[in-house]
Nanobody, 115 residues
Framework: QVQLVESGGGLVQPGGSLRLSCAAS????????MGWYRQAPGKQRELVAT???????NYADSVKGRFTISRDNARNTVYLQMNSLNPEDTAVYYC?????????WGQGTQVTVSS
């Protein structure tokens, strides 16, 4: 059983910053990659960023240069630093973790960018 606990979401003004955290716990043998997805109302879930076990990162074009994904392997935790936020970033953000044979999803955390 693996549980992903997300935190850090909330309401922020345009141009502001937030940092999301996702901690994985439970019987995880190893983690191939960790990442973040988001889903806005009326839209499909989309990739935001991923980071592999080797540290390779991948970003959506819409967030490249503004968001930074990082990880703490010792704590099985992934972070998403979000800078220069705009209203288009408003969505529910979901953490995901790929372990051997299984893709795990967090419960989602709301990020709202509004004045």
């Amino acid at each position: 059983q693996v549980q992903l606990v997300e935190s850090g979401g909330g309401l922020v003004q345009p141009g502001g910053s937030l940092r999301l955290s996702c901690a994985a716990s439970g019987s995880i043998l190893s983690i191939y990659y960790m990442g973040w997805y988001r889903q806005a109302p009326g839209k499909q879930r989309e990739l935001v960023a991923t980071i592999s076990s080797g540290g390779s990162t991948n970003y959506a074009d819409s967030v490249k240069g503004r968001f930074t994904i990082s990880r703490d392997n010792a704590r099985n935790t992934v972070y998403l630093q979000m800078n220069s936020l705009n209203p288009e970033d408003t969505a529910v953000y979901y953490c995901n973790v790929l372990s051997p044979g299984t893709l795990h999803w967090g419960q989602g955390t709301q990020v709202t960018v509004s004045s």
